[in-house]
């Protein structure tokens, strides 16, 4: 049975990677625009979202399908979000479908209808007398219960009491002796006061206090300088005119942190944070909360920046230069870019808090998009940041590549009862091996990689495809069977400072030893308790951990920063050192940060030793001037993979026709990426340049219609709109 004249159409977007929305037949259901509503599609039942309703009937063939359902278990998705959704899917040549559905709590993208768990409840007795009323004297676990409910009490408090004591409660329920409260939230206590504000403090939160409608504010402030106790009172502001804050932070491990500090500060508010640690469930309930307004503050990563927020009031970003708020794959969003948007739309203001602001956002200070708050000094009042220190590695004695000095600052820190740390920069560098005499390394047969050595588990892995083969004992080439580790990785630095420190615990937390869920979190606790004396990390221990013990950091392997193929690795790598130097001395002795290097003369470690990222700043955006780098330039990069590179190119070559001549736009060459093969693909990319965003965009919306029907077989192509990873 086809259509009628009588019913409505409505457009629906769906999760396909198609441009397109799909028109369906509604005579029953009116359902609203943002409704999420099921479909039939082939022969299969998927979940979408309304763009558009009201529709006429125009199509009377039977192609025009029938809504299926409307689940209702979530409110329609409202007008800013769905604006947002459309900005999203035209800057990142995104099919909008898709963008709607990534934003979404998974069980509101199944076709099943969510359900959500019961709320969590107290009970407690109107008159707990009442309840024991009639009981024969022998029902002494069941007095017991009874008594306990003159307070209120949760299930599991009372299961403990006595097992089948919740089958009592439903029976007093039943005849009105209990009553149900919501469960209140953990630590409901008095709100912990806060320090009174330095002057630095106090000017940055009464400028973003002042702030109406729409503001950028980029708060520059070193490490324990006190930015978020700058956030907590500019929430504080907002929780009392009833409207959301959403606060986004890089790393899913410091969403706890951070929730049981503002949850301290603020016990009446509800909080709700959102990452990809949580259950479906979960998520889909801290989503409906924000939706619904009842969360006062949302705390997230990337993702949360989509969340439905009815009364935002303002947005914070914290570490807003950290490279983890760009998606990788997918829908490859910036999602500072995106809540720099999202504020706009919303007429808010948002701030951007650093210790290395990103080049991006330095740049949009310079030219006024941002206004600087800048806090100079530790907030701690006597609190000092720790010295800084280079350590020339030519012509120094060292033992398995470290410095004399390095090794006999970390005697001294354990001399003292305190921790260390051996930092590894692991950018641009991992352990593999090599022979002395030939020259041979080993390589990964799929890549042009080389392969990792992992010492415990005696294996060599390649970290881009997962290719794992056993050691080898001897040479292929040669025969030597003298091979040796080159470079120095987590591993072997273990066994060497086990070696120099004989009866100190050595703890390693890099991605190997905490691939088990929640043995990142044991492992910082810990740190935190002492348990460990000399502590060897990567890029994962340099975030936002307080350990008060902490006050000698020693960093290997920095300078691979400075002579990489990424443009933007020297950047990296000062916020890099910035963080881990901000990990010692937190309290009150001054910390000490021992840097070895080749290259001691090299400006960056000038900027570096100074503490001044504004020259390092102000450096390096010359540098990407002169050379047309971004922020001084818009890029996107078509990345393209297949058996043979010559299939890759080819499709490049053939987007690159479908792109209009541009003033200010340069469709470069495809070239070899700089790992050229990857599991077992060999892999191009090719450059669109632009001026500016608005020309970048305007040639990508015209060439893409064309560049999407291409035939592409045995090629899989990606676009990246402002790449991080080139
Ligand atoms: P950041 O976010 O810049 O790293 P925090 O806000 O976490 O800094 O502050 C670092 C430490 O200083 C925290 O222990 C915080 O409680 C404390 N602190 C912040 N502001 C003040 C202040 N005005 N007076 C005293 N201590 C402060
Ligand atoms: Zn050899
Ligand atoms: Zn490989």
């Known amino acids: 049975m086809g259509p009628k004249l ?44 309304v763009i558009e309703t009201g529709g006429v009937v125009s199509d009377f063939s039977c192609e025009l399908r029938a809504l299926a359902d409307r689940p209702a278990d979530m409110p329609p998705l409202p007008a800013d979000l769905l604006a947002l959704c459309r900005f999203v899917a035209d800057y990142y040549q995104h099919p909008l479908g898709q963008v709607i559905a990534a934003t979404l709590p998974a069980v509101f993208r199944s076709e099943e209808v969510f359900s959500p768990p019961p709320p969590r409840v107290v009970y407690r007795a109107n008159d707990a007398a009442a309840l024991t009323a009639g009981l024969p004297a022998r029902a002494s676990a069941q007095r017991r219960v009874a008594a306990a409910l003159a307070q209120p009490q949760t299930p599991s408090a009372l299961r403990q009491l006595a097992a089948p004591a919740m089958g009592w409660v439903r029976d007093w329920l039943a005849a ?38 729409f503001a950028s504010f980029l708060l520059f402030g070193v490490t324990g300088s006190g930015k978020t106790e700058v956030y907590l009172q500019a929430i504080e502001k907002k929780l009392g005119q009833g409207l959301q804050t959403l606060v986004l932070v890089p790393e899913i491990n410091l969403t706890p942190q951070l929730v049981a500090r503002f949850g301290a500060r603020f016990p009446q508010a509800r909080i709700v944070s959102l990452h990809s640690g949580l259950n479906e469930t979960e998520r889909a309930v801290g989503w409906l909360a924000a939706c619904g307004g009842e969360a006062d503050i949302v705390l997230g990563t990337r993702l949360a920046v989509f969340t439905p927020l009815p009364k935002l009031g303002l947005v914070i970003v914290d570490e807003e230069h950290d ?39 330095w740049r949009n200070m310079q030219v006024g998009r941002y206004r600087l708050l800048e806090l100079k000094n530790r907030a701690v009042p006597g609190s000092v ?11 120094t004695p060292q033992r398995d590549g470290l410095n004399e000095v390095a090794i006999s600052a970390i005697g001294a820190a354990l001399a003292r009862g305190e921790q260390a740390l051996v930092f590894i920069n692991r950018r641009g560098y991992s352990p593999t091996l090599a022979c002395n005499e030939c020259g041979w390394v080993a390589s990964c047969r799929h890549c042009s990689a080389r392969l990792v050595l992992h010492l415990a588990e005696r294996r060599l892995r390649c970290h881009h495809c997962g290719y794992d083969a056993p050691v080898v004992h001897a040479c292929p080439d040669c025969g030597n069977q003298d091979l040796k580790p080159q470079g120095r990785g987590t591993q072997r630095l273990e066994a060497t400072l086990q070696t120099l420190f004989p009866g100190r615990r050595v703890l390693r937390i890099d991605r190997d030893s905490t691939r ?55 950047e990296r790598l000062f916020a890099l050192l910035t963080q881990v130097a901000g990990r010692a001395g937190r309290r009150e002795q001054p910390g000490e940060v021992l840097i070895q290097t080749q290259f001691q003369d090299h400006p960056f470690y000038a900027s570096l030793l100074a503490r001044d990222y504004r ?55 495809p070239v070899a990426a700089t790992m050229v093969r990857k599991a077992g693909q060999e892999r191009m990319q090719m450059l669109i340049e632009a001026s500016g965003r608005a020309a970048l965009i305007q040639s990508l919306a ?25």
């Open 176 to 213: 009105g002796k209990l009553e149900t409260l919501p469960e209140p939230a953990p630590g409901a206590q008095s709100p912990q006061t806060p320090p009174p504000l330095n002057p630095e403090q106090q000017a940055a939160s009464e400028a973003i206090a002042a702030a109406e409608g």
């Open 385 to 395: 940041l720790p010295s800084l220190r280079l350590l020339p590695m030519r012509r």
């Open 6 to 49: 009588t019913d409505q159409t409505v457009k629906v977007a769906l999760d396909l990677p198609l441009r397109r929305s799909f028109d369906y037949a509604d005579a029953s259901f009116s359902p609203a625009v943002g409704e999420r509503v099921i479909v039939p599609f082939g022969s299969r039942r998927i979940s979408g979202i």
């Open 516 to 570: 088990r869920k929640g043995s990142l979190d044991a492992a910082l606790d810990a740190v935190h308790a002492g348990e460990a004396d000399i502590l060897i990390g990567t890029q994962m221990l340099a975030k936002g951990h307080d350990f008060p013990r902490l006050n000698c950091v020693v960093a290997l392997e920095a300078d691979t920063g400075l002579f990489s193929v990424d443009f933007r690795a020297e």
């Open 702 to 726: 015209s060439a893409m219609p064309a560049v999407e029907v291409l035939k592409a077989r045995g090629v899989r192509w990606s676009l990246d709109v402002d790449p991080v990873e080139v």
């Open 323 to 361: 490279p983890s708020y760009k998606q990788q794959d997918g829908l490859r969003y910036s999602a500072r870019d995106v809540a720099v948007y999202r504020a706009n739309q919303r007429n808010v203001p948002i701030v951007l808090g650093s210790a290395t602001p990103s080049l991006e956002s």
């Open 615 to 669: 020259a390092f700043a102000e450096r390096a955006l010359e540098e990407r001037r002169q050379l047309h780098l971004p922020p001084c330039a818009s890029w996107a990069l078509f990345r393209a993979e297949a058996k043979r590179i010559d299939e890759a190119r080819d499709f490049l070559c053939s987007v690159r026709q479908c792109f209009p001549l541009i003033a200010g736009v340069v469709i470069h060459e």
